[in-house]
């Protein structure tokens, strides 16, 4: 399930504040995207269990009124283009001004929900004056202190409403981490091809299907983020999401790239496993590191296609050099497979299937308690813990969990006493013996 939520409103109103407020200890994964405006920001947090999308959809530097104009629209376009619900946050301690009027003219044309959000409500005397905000006429008003919190687990309670609960699997969840979902029963793989426009993901997505997609992308209208096609040849059977030929529609080229990166995370929420295109010649940029991290974060399964490989003038150690080069920026997670391709020469074409295919088993890797244990409390032996705080730390045995994303528990006499260095010691040796390539993967230590 994929559920955005866009934070729109004038320049200082306390947007980011906000932001930051909601990603709260989420904070490596908050990226920005710059541009000519000040940075936008989008992240992932969850509220009562409720995952969602965040948009700070950025501010502009004020320069002319001309300018705020064409600025406002295009920020409250990108909300009402692209969020479920919008968060239009105004400031009480200025009060009502000309722009949030602009904006609220824009907002009431929706008919997404929008809540209205009165910040900087830091006292009795500002929620008074809050009051006039009413004036606009929303249905859902709320009065918060970004700075201080108070009011923001009422707009969250609001927001969350909205967004369905993701099925239940038969698992007792109590019995998971914080935060882990339950397995999914098995289903179609379905895999996402994303990446920064132009990168090439139309030219691979037709290359795999041996068509061009346009007419399907025109059935598929204005009201889908995304574009399912059932792929079903030699043998192999899977669902492709791709956002490629939707962006054609919309006119605002130097919006481009964030309209990409906001669709490559709703493609992202649906797959299992996302195929992340890069262009060879312009090498790995800072949004797709942006879309690598965000896909790690949120347990998707990655494949990283280093596309265009026919422009590339070839030596000896050409491609391992670039694959040497793309890991030291992928790091720390580096277990994940690269391919070079050319989608327009339709190499490696189907050997990319293949590896999210194989990604896709990997994810869905079960280890049973004895063979982990087997090999995990040797490895343990071998390299133990360090004494901390004078505490001896034993760890007595291993579990895979039921949840989505493959997940070890590691029980311990001093589950807060192990620290990161060893918490990768034990990740990297469930790699190096059981093949988890291209997934992410997670370590608990529980109490035992
Ligand atoms: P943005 O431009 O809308 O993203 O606004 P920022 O989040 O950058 O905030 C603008 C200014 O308002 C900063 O100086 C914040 O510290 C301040 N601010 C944000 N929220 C509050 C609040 O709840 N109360 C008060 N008093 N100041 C706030
Ligand atoms: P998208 O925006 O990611 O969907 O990118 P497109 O598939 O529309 O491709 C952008 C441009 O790159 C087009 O002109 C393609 O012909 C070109 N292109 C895509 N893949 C390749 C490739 O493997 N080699 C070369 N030489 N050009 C490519």
């Not at 301690?93 to 722009?99: M, N, Q, R, S, V």
């Not at 918490?423 to 992410?440: C, D, I, M, S, W």
């Amino acid at each position: 399930m994929s559920y955005t939520v866009a934070i729109v409103g004038r320049p200082n109103v306390g947007k980011s504040t906000l932001f930051n407020r909601f990603l709260e200890e989420r904070k490596a994964i908050v990226d920005d995207i710059s541009g000519v405006t000040r940075d936008r920001q989008y992240g992932v947090t969850d509220w009562n269990g409720k995952s969602f999308n965040v948009i700070d959809t950025g501010g502009f530097v004020p320069d002319s009124s001309d300018m705020f104009e064409t600025e406002i629209r295009k920020q409250v376009k990108i909300a009402i283009d692209e969020a479920n619900a919008i968060i239009f946050m105004v400031d009480a301690a200025t009060g009502l001004t000309d722009l949030d009027d602009a904006m609220a003219d824009m907002l009431r044309r929706t008919t997404k929900p929008v809540y209205v959000t009165v910040n900087k409500v830091d006292n009795s005397t500002r929620a008074l004056e809050g009051t006039e905000f009413y004036s606009m006429g929303f249905e859902h008003n709320f009065f918060i202190s970004s700075i201080s919190g108070s009011g923001t687990g009422e707009l969250l309670d609001a927001v969350t409403a909205d967004i369905k609960e993701e099925p239940k699997a038969a698992t007792a969840t109590e019995e998971l981490p914080e935060g882990a979902e339950p397995e999914e029963a098995p289903s179609i793989p379905k895999i996402a091809i994303v990446g920064q426009p132009n990168a090439g993901k139309s030219s691979l997505l037709n290359a795999m299907i041996g068509q061009e997609r346009t007419i399907v992308s025109e059935i598929a209208g204005t009201t889908r983020d995304t574009i399912h096609t059932h792929y079903n040849m030699f043998q192999k059977e899977f669902m492709l999401i791709d956002t490629a030929g939707i962006r054609r529609k919309n006119k605002e080229k130097d919006d481009l790239e964030f309209y990409s990166v906001i669709r490559a995370i709703k493609a992202m929420d649906e797959a299992d496993v996302c195929l992340l295109v890069l262009d060879a010649e312009k090498g790995v940029t800072a949004q797709d590191l942006s879309i690598f991290s965000l896909a790690i974060r949120k347990g998707k399964g990655i494949v990283v296609l280093v596309n265009k490989w026919d422009l590339i003038p070839k030596e000896t150690n050409t491609a391992r050099d670039y694959e040497k080069k793309l890991k030291d920026k992928l790091a720390p997670f580096t277990d994940v497979p690269i391919l070079f391709i050319s989608a327009t020469e339709k190499t490696r074409i189907f050997k990319a299937i293949e590896l999210a295919l194989d990604v896709y088993e990997n994810k869905h890797r079960k280890i049973t308690t004895s063979k982990l244990n087997e090999i995990m409390l040797k490895v343990i032996e071998k390299y133990q813990a360090p004494v901390v705080r004078g505490h001896v730390i034993k760890i007595k045995f291993v579990q895979q969990l039921p949840t989505r994303v493959p997940s070890f528990a590691f029980f311990t006499n001093f589950p807060d006493d192990i620290k990161t260095p060893y918490r990768n010691y034990l990740e990297n040796q469930v790699r190096a013996h059981f093949k988890f390539t291209g997934v992410p993967i997670r370590i608990y230590f529980r109490k035992k």
